[in-house]
């Protein structure tokens, strides 16, 4: 009914057009002016059928859409999100203690290596008292005396002279 309407208001404002325009012109002009006035009015025509057959398709979803029942979950949403976010946050703190507690062993494990390490260098220099290799010594001087000797190895390696240093 919207469309029979439309389309004789249409009809009627080209009527009123024509007959204003039609006492003052020639007939190749009126043709032209009629002509120029139907495709504006195919085009409206046109426009309108596209959207009656829009609105027809989109019918169902509306009526699909207005049959759903529009709950509230966002508070289950949040507390899923919750739970999940507790969950990863006590997984990374299970895990960075696993790290800290590896790096202490890791950091006992070196220390007593570097105490080994240190009794071994001193039952050497012992032994080597013992041989006379080394003049005796009292304890207190040799635990000094160890890194003095590591550090002038060192010095020593890099004062050597290569083969084209002569």
């Known amino acids: 009914s919207q469309i029979c309407e439309n389309l004789r208001s249409l009809s009627a404002k080209i009527c009123v057009n024509l007959n ?3 006492y003052t012109m020639t007939s190749e002009e009126y043709r032209n002016m009629l002509k120029e006035q139907y495709k504006k009015d195919l085009r409206e025509r046109k426009q309108f059928i596209e959207k ?3 609105l027809k398709k989109q019918e169902p979803l509306l009526k699909a859409i207005q049959g759903l029942k529009v709950e509230d979950d966002s508070d289950d949403w ?3 999100l919750n739970q999940q976010t507790a969950f990863m946050d006590a997984k990374t703190e299970l895990a960075a203690d696993a790290v ?3 790096q ?3 950091e006992q494990v070196h220390s007593e290596a570097e105490l080994q390490k240190m009794a071994a260098q001193q039952l050497l220099l012992e ?3 013992q041989m006379g ?3 005796p010594e009292e304890p207190a001087n040799i635990v000094a005396e160890v890194p003095e000797k590591e ?3 060192v010095e020593k390696t890099e004062e050597k002279p290569l083969f084209g240093d002569f």
């Open 52 to 54: 009656v057959q829009e």
């Open 20 to 22: 204003r325009y039609f």
């Open 100 to 102: 800290k507690e590896q």
């Open 133 to 135: 290799l080394l003049p």
């Open 127 to 129: 032994m080597k008292r």
């Open 78 to 80: 949040i507390e899923k």
């Open 104 to 106: 202490n062993k890791q």
């Open 151 to 153: 550090e002038n190895i």
